[in-house]
Each structure stands twice: as C-alpha cells, then as structure tokens.
C-alpha cells in the first residue's frame, strides 16, 4: 500500500513530462522571487534614501541594538541551514526528519520576529514611532514587510508539518517541501542584505 | 516502517530527478560555519575600527554571504540554467533601476 | 453552436469530466456544472477565461470612452461648463486609469489566456486556478476602483498621481484611496497571471515547438508577462508608501518632513515605463499573425521581430526618466536617459520595417483584420516620431505637459495598441465563436475610427505646440490666440473628431450584435491561416486538440496544409483545415485529463475587495477579510488541482453524451 501511495507520489505532475523538463511549480517558485528582488529593492532604496532624514525623533545610531540585532540575525542564518536539512530529509523521505527540522526551523525564525517585536517595542518606547520621521517610516515599513514575509514563511512550515503529519499533501512532498524552502532562504537572504545596509553600515 | 521507506527510497531515486543533490548533510553544516563565520567578522566591524576597509569589507561579505545562500543553500548553482534566469535577471534589474535612481538623488556622491 | 463531446465510456474520446459532488478536500464539494452560468463562475478553462476577460475589458473601454467624451465636450468651447474643475480631474485621472489598467491591459489577457495554449498545442495553461484568481482579481479592482464615483469622489491626482497632489491635503476625498488599493488587487492579477503564463508557454509547448518556432504572438507576450513580472513590484512599492501616509500617516512623500516627491516619480515610471511596452506588444504580437496570413507570405526576418520585442523589453528598463526631464534631475541625468530613449526607437523601428517587408511582394488582402494591422503600422508610426522629438530633451522641455505629449501617446495607444487590439478581433472572431465578424461594416468601423482618431489627437500636435497645457479644465477666447494655429479652431475640431471615434466603436458593437444574430457560420480556416490555433474547431472543444501536434515547423499549421515542390518551389496544397480535423479526431488520444472547476479561485479574489474596503473605512473589517483570505489560501492549497480518479462518474446508461457548448 505504501508502493502505491509513494509511487502517486513521484507523478506530482500527473505524470506529465514539460517541454523544458523542470518542474513548473519549481520554474513558478523563481520566477517569484525574481520578481520580490524588485519589491524589496524599492523597499531598501526607499530607506537608504530616508534614513538620514530625521526631522523629529531619534537617529538611527540612537536606536539601534547591534549586539542584539545580530544575535536575531545569527538565529535567522542558523534556521537556513535547518530549512536546507529538512529539504535533504524531505527528498530522503524521511517524513520524521522532515518534520522535526521544518519545526525547528519554524521556531527559529518565530524566535527571529520575536526578536524583531521586541525591538521595535524597545524603539517605540526611545520615540521612533511609524509617524515620527522619514528614518521611522522608512525603517518600519522595510522591516516590517520582511517580518511579515518570514511569519508567512512560519505559517507555511508549520501548515506543511501538519500536512505530513497527515500525510494529506496533493502532489509531490518533496517538492513543496523544497519550494517553501526556497522561498524561507530568500527571506533570510534579504535579510543578510537589510543588516548590513541598516544596521551595520551607519547613516 | 523506516525499513520500507528506506528501501523505497534506493527505489525512488530512480524516479526521482531532484536526487541528484551534489551537498551532503555534512555539506551544508560546513556552508553553514563558513556563514556564521563571516557574519562574526561583519559583527566585529562594530567593535574593531576597521578603518578604510569598513564599507569595502561590509559590502563584499554581504555580496558573498548572498551568493552563498542562494548557489548552495538554494541550490541554484547546481540545477538548470533557466532558474539562474529567471532569479538573476530580476535581480539584476532591480540593482540596476534602484542603484541609477538613487545615483539621481546623488546618493553616492561623496 | 459548437457540440461538446462527453465520451461514452467505450471508444472515442474519453475525457474525464469535471468532479462530480465528493468529500474532496479543501472543504466544499466541487462544482461540477457545464452549462449555465455556474459554469462560468468557477470555470478554470482558459478558453472561457479569456472571453469574460475580453468582455469586461470592452465594458470599461465604454465606460473609459464615455469618461473621455465628456472631457472633449467639456474642451469643446471656450469656458466650458459641462464639468467643474474638481471632476475634470477625476474624469481625466479615471479615464487613463480605466483605459490603461482595465481596457488594454485585461484585454491583451484576454488573447493572451484564449490563444497561448492553442498556438503552443497545449491544452490549458499550467495553473488553471491561479488563471481563474487573475480574472476574478481583475474584475473586483475594477469595480472596487469605480466605487470611488458613488463614495465621495473618484481619484483626481492623474494616473500617475503625482505626490504631493496625491497626499491627503490635496486629495482629501477617499477617492485616491480606492485608487491606490484597487490598483493593488489588479497588480496581484497581472502578477499571478506573468507566472502562469511564462511557466505555460516555457514548460507546455508541444513536442517540437522550440522557441524559435513559436508563434509572434505568443513570443511577444511572454516578453510582455516578464515585464509584468518585474515591474507591478515596483509600483506595489509606491503604491504602499501612498497608502501608508494617506491611511497610517507616514510622511513618504510629505516635503515638510524632508521627503522627496521624486521618490514616487521615480518609482511609478520604473514600473511605468515598462508598462507601456506592456501595453504596445500584445498589439504588435496581434499584427505579427495577421500581415502574414493576409499577404499570404511568411513573415518577414522572424528572428529580427523576436529578438528587437526582447531588446525592447530590457531597454524599456533604462528609460523611465525620460518622463521626468522637467523635474529638476540635472544635466547628466536628463542627458543619460535622453540617449537611451533614442536608442529604444532602434529595436520598435526593426519591427516597422520588419512588417512592411512582409507586406511588400505579398498577394494582399484587404479584411477588415488587415485594415486595423496597417493602420497600426501607420498611426504608431507617427505617434514613435513624435516620440523621438521628446527624446530630445531640451525639445520636450518645452513639449512636456502639453497637449503634444497627449497626441503622442494617443497615437500610439489608441493608433497602435487599440487599432492591434481590433485587429485581433476581426481575425480570431470565428475560431472564438464560429461566426466571421461583418466585413463591410467591419471596414467601416475602421474608417470611422481611423477618421476619428486623427481628428481628435492630430489637432493635438498643434494644441500642445501653441501652449495648451494638460490637465486643463477650461481655455478661454483670450487664450485661444489667433490663425490658422488658434486653439479654438481646433479644440472644436478634437471634439467632434472625439464624437466620430465613438461612432467607430458604435460600429464595433453593432457588428458584434449582428454577428451574434445571425446564422452563418464561419468555415473552420476562413482566412487560410498559419498557426496551430487555426487547426481546432470553432470554437475549440474543451480539450483543445483531440490529439497534441507534434511541431516540425515555424507556422506548423501552414506546413500541414501546402507542401513545397522541391523542384518548382512553389507551395501546392495537400490538405484542407478540415481534412486536417478529421484525421485528428479518428485519431484522437484515449484518455485526456482536464482540470477541474473550482470555488476557490473566485472565493479567494471576493477577500481583497473586502480587505481594502476596510482599509479606507474599519481596519476590523480589513482584518476579518484578511482572514479569510488565509482561510480561503488554505482551501485552494489543500484542494487537488485535478479531482481524483474515484469522483468521475461516467454516463449513465442510455444518457446523453451530447451537450451544447455554451452560445456567445
């Protein structure tokens, strides 16, 4: 019974052959994140533009917590690599393995917008509100975007989890564990770019 | 149960035509350390005067630190050419229309 | 009327039908009506897609027409008093936006989603779904949009709504709001539509068909679904950072708290530039099948016409600027982007010379098809001419602004995109609904158009030259001047012309009335033409093709039919469309699985206008759509895109396998 249901299981794409021989849910998953370079692009660009345009409220030096920050963003890299031995699990089959690092995954990155909670709480609190200033406008809302990117990304790993769990997935589960793998590392690589330019480089 | 599904696995690999993964779990780790690594350096920017080489060396890490990412982690480096199109080329515009607009704002001037 | 097959379960075709009522998961039971109008509400068949796509965006090409009439009678005479100032500009900012986002952009859709599949071989496009979510998504931004006119205003900032006119101090009514958020929804469409499409036409071509044997048509809107793809994020950028000041107060584009209006120039024509290459290739992709086909001669330097659409489809990327040459750039700026949009003038005049080769030698006839295809040529090529002069920058610095702009844009959108557009009717009309379009009211819907369209935006050249600016709502006799260039004179002129143009469209409309009335039928390849789209029935069945070509040329279609002598050289037929049909059909293939209708899609697209209502109005609204919107994400992700083996039932014994394809 288990020959039957893993053999449905390769024909993902009813068995079809594409004319370029890759995956179309693959092909999709890129060009998407082809197209969040430009969404994120004019996000950075939008913030480099306003950072130093404090009009009222604290500067960028004031509020940011490098030490902090940079644990958060340690945590976020770590759960990349999760994401990829989950991916490697999912493809060896082992629905345990892939389980058990999709949730760590899960919970590194809710520990990552935890983080990211805290300190806009701590900045709120300094006087850096959404409305204060440009640098306030233009930093929350760059952040703010990538923090609901990778709680989104949270949503579908823990979905995913309890789908494998009750091994009800519709189409190929190495895949989509793949996919929503690939769509996780691009949200931690936008964030490599935002810690250098934000936080480590200063105004 | 693990029995059956590892048999089925030899057995699926032959389906399978993402199998052929050149990184082994160890792979990854190693990626992974080197990762952590130059983020200790880009951290230490912040408490070590690196004079001159600051932005140079904040820049090429986190050029490097991406590339990483998405050749080995994403896996792009190994699989067909054509998603290297379709990530590269958006980001490659992207870069080029935001660096230009900025550059008329005179972001870059010194 | 077209008769759908549904297969006995013993020989001929067998098509498993859509799911009949089960526990699928996701939660509903899925739908399973053929006829009716359920069948086009949860319908996921491109074919049917691209006519509701091809309808509403004929709507709101009346909708954005009345919109322009009344600004032309508004400009008729001196101090006009037929609309006041503050709804001149919302008429002039929604008659751009409904003609731009939805008139020809859903329309290209809709020759995009009916006709890409067909010319590829394919059967559907590779997320029927998503497909359905586009239009759904389309259709909801658009109402949601228009709302605006009965809640306290539409949008009055222009279409490309510059700050700070688009702020909440000088646009205090809502109407920017359902601007800025309807244009969102329309985005995610245009978004998930470029996916679809790219990944169909990269991953579902039939066996044979390299890229450089795909059809002109389907190559240049995959260019056009890469532009898509790459610039709608740019202005759901600026888009954001205008909801956010005039919903949350942020102060993007607030001078007093530092910002940069350039910001929002710069980030609406990084997406708007592209944007018109988005509009203009679907058009110039139409007119690449009908010249051929009418000249009875193939296309002239194909490689040359696919590869200056990709040159200008990334060139278009280095120009945006140019609509911002007044705008205090600086010299080196403005000098930049002056040369670039000279160098864009290249690949679009490859293309001109490209079809007029074709033309040239070629045993013409004159359809109505080939009278819209030439006039594209002719009138795009006076409105590129006028763009070159802005490309000057010094030139435009006096142009920009002025009624100059507004002849050359209307040149080539309306002479180009919309003339592209009516072209493509007349030709696919009877493979989409089995009936050809009236050819002589059809040439004289042309001429009115043509007649009216240069009367109306050829007076313009003179009008903006003479300092007649933009966005004006009223000129008065002692502005008018005096002469033969006098502004009176010939804003009079541009009104009536307007009236004529609207009396071309009547003719349209008229045609399609008649045509729907009457009962001949179209022969199966009236216009002898080239491509796999043609070797179908009219309309096509559901399944498309009963058995996938295998492709060995470029014009596939054209090769099944003329055979070369390898002596003479000449092409003598070997067989009919029909001919070519019936062997298909006895050998069609056994076992053809189709997509299954489905709630989610439209279910999906009901949450957006929800969340925006409460954006403008009750943030708890907003979120109670956002949550079924995650909801209804679940649904359609849980739900298989293809009912499983054990729902289809076949045909009860002794019951008809006979059912009527739906009437248009």
Known sequence: MSDVAVHEADHGTHGHTTTTGLSNNKVAMWLFLGSECLLFGGLISTYMLYRGRVSEGPRPGNVFDIPFTSVSSFILLMSSLTMVLAVSAAQNRDDRGTTLWLTITALLGATFVGGQVYEFTAMYNEGLGFTTSLFGSSFYTLTGFHGVHVTVGIIMLM?????????????DKAEVVELIGLYWHFVDVIWIIIFTLVYLIPA | MTAATETHSEHDHSHDDHAQHGMSNAGYIRIAIILAAMTALEVSTYYVDFGALFMPVLLVLMVVKFFIVVSYFMHLKFDNKLFSFCFYAGLFLAVMVYVIALATFKFFAA | MAIIERPATAGGVEITPPATPSRAQGGFKRPV???GWKSWLFTVDHKKLGIMYGVMAMFFFIVGGIEAVLIRLQLAAPEGKVLSASVYNQMFTMHATTMVFLFVMPMAAAFANYFIPLQIGARDVAFPRMNAFGFWCVLGGGI????SWFLGGAADGGWFMYAPNSGPIFSPSHGVDFWTLGLQITGIASLTGAINLIVTVLNMRAPGMSLMKMPVFTWLQLVVQFLLLFAVPVITVALFLLSFQRNFGATFFDVSAGADPLLWQHLFWIFGHPEVYILILPSFGIISEVLPVFAKKPLFGYPFVV??????????????????????LGPVSVAVFSISTMAIAIPTGVKIVNWTLTLWGGKLRFTAAMHFAIGLIVLFTIGGLSGVTHSVAPSDTQQTDTYYIVAHFHYVLFGGAVFGLFSGFYYWWPKMFGKT????????????MVIGMNMTFGPMHILGLQGQPRRMYQWTEARAGEGFFNLAFWNQVASVGSIILAVGVLLFIINVVKTARSKELAPLDPWDSRTLEWMTSSPPKEHNFDVIPTVHHLDEFFHRKYQQDPVTHEYKQIATAEEILADQEAHADKHIHMPSPSYWPIVLAATLPIITTGVIYSIPVAIVGGIFLVLAMFGWALEPSTAPETDFDPPAAGESTKELAPLV
């Open chain 1, 159 to 171: 979905s995913l989890v309890g789908i494998i769990k009750r091994s009800t997935i519709p189409g």
């Open chain 3, 33 to 35: 009506s053929t006829t």
């Open chain 3, 144 to 147: 949601f949009i228009n709302l």
């Open chain 3, 307 to 328: 590869f200056s659409g990709a040159a200008i489809g990334f060139v278009g990327w280095g120009v945006w600027a140019h609509h911002m040459f007044a705008s205090g």
């Open chain 3, 437 to 448: 379009l009236n050819e002589k009211l059809g040439k004289a819907n042309f001429w009115m």
